[in-house]
Nanobody, 125 residues
């Protein structure tokens, strides 16, 4: 599975931004998807994930209520709608994918074998 993330940019505090990730797989019907982010000098962290059948989504506490993960299997795409952005959201955002099972505890990078190239989001104060 090859992933291509896009949609990053420079925005002001309180603005919204929508990231997209398109997969090269024939179908995403059995592929679970996630978004991670990594700020300079920090570890990469999972911020949102969604099951292959769109039935379950999980979020990092600090983005709950502000970020929404969604997917369109017909377009082989997953999205991250980010609202009320804060300077601390400044990071490079990565989409990731996995086959097989899905659990809310699958937050570590090791559970996600497929990665996109990252898109930079900068939130100015």
């Amino acid at each position: 599975v090859q992933l291509q993330a896009s949609g990053g940019g420079l925005v002001q505090t309180g603005a919204s931004l929508k990231l997209s990730c398109v997969a090269s797989a024939r179908t995403l019907a059995n592929v679970h998807m996630a978004w991670f982010r990594q700020a300079p000098g920090k570890e990469r962290e999972s911020i949102a994930s969604i099951s292959s059948n769109n039935s379950t989504a999980n979020y990092l506490d600090s983005v709950k209520g502000r970020f929404t993960i969604s997917r369109d299997n017909a377009k082989n795409a997953v999205y991250l709608q980010m609202d009320s952005l804060k300077p601390e959201d400044t990071s490079t955002y990565y989409c990731a994918a996995r086959l097989g099972g899905y659990r809310s505890t699958y937050q570590a990078q090791k559970f996600w074998p497929y990665w996109g190239q990252g898109t930079l989001v900068t939130v100015s104060s």
